[in-house]
């Protein structure tokens, strides 16, 4: 079993950054595929990026160029900065893992899920 729990959330203007943070616990994050996801009100969760448990990495279109996911397996964390928000990123935020070395897009593909942390970015 892993326990996920998401921090750094907060209020910011068009333009700002914030960094999430997603704490690991219960077991190591070594070996397992993670990923964010998004929900706004309204509208169903949505993939935004996720990391393989080595280099590779998935991004949604929207977000291409403007997020990095991160990843440190001795921390047991997963990261992600948020460049250049704007207010259509307003969503709580969801890290999640699966046990599997691959990253995936779907939310199905994945077991372990954290409460979310709230982002909005104002005009």
């Known amino acids: 079993q892993v326990q996920l729990v998401e921090s750094g959330g907060g209020l910011v203007q068009t333009g700002g950054s914030l960094r999430l943070s997603c704490a690991a616990s219960g077991r190591t994050i070594r070996g397992y595929g993670v990923a964010w996801f998004r929900q706004a009100p309204g509208e169903e969760r949505m993939f935004v990026a996720a990391?393989?448990?080595?280099?590779?990495?998935y991004y949604s279109d929207s977000v291409k160029g403007r997020f990095t996911i991160s990843r440190d397996n001795a921390k047991n964390t997963i990261g992600l900065q948020m460049n250049s928000l704007k207010p259509e990123d307003t969503a709580v935020y969801f890290c999640?893992?699966?046990?599997?070395?691959?990253?995936?897009?779907?939310?199905?593909?994945?077991?372990?899920w954290g409460q979310g942390t709230q982002v909005t970015v104002s005009s």
């Open positions: 999640a893992a699966r046990p599997w070395h691959s990253a995936a897009r779907l939310q199905d593909d994945y077991d372990y």
């Open positions: 990391h393989s448990d080595g280099i590779i990495t």
